[in-house]
Nanobody
């Protein structure tokens, strides 16, 4: 069982940066592959970045390659998404999601069942 909590969303101008963090309340994320999903207004969530465990291989959607970086702090049991060169189309809610099978999360980009994603962090990028 996980209780994912996202933090770090906000408002930024185009070209700016934001950092999102994901924690597992009361526990660690080290046993799970962790992905970040972006839900643009009126659309379904889409996977943007993912990191496996324990080898920490990273995966990114083409839309964010070269701009987003996902990393894992094993000591703290947290996962961070650094978002640079933000664009207005990056606006939306970002969900942290956990899965024990990295292939489903990081390759197939399957949004997991409820209880394995957090409440979301709002990101607004103005043009």
């Amino acid at each position: 069982q996980v209780q994912l909590v996202e933090s770090g969303g906000g408002f930024v101008q185009s070209g700016g940066s934001l950092r999102l963090s994901c924690t597992n309340s009361g526990s660690t994320l080290n046993d799970y592959a962790i992905g970040w999903f972006h839900r643009a207004p009126g659309k379904e969530p889409e996977g943007v970045s993912c990191i496996s465990t324990p080898d920490r291989n990273t995966y990114h959607a083409d839309s964010v390659k070269g701009r987003f970086t996902i990393s894992r702090d094993v000591a703290k049991g947290t996962v961070t998404l650094q978002m640079d060169s933000l664009k207005p189309e990056d606006t939306g809610v970002y969900y942290c999601a956990a899965h024990r099978e990295f292939f489903k999360l990081c390759v197939l980009w399957e949004f997991p069942e409820k209880n394995y994603w957090g409440q979301g962090a709002q990101v607004i990028v103005s043009s």
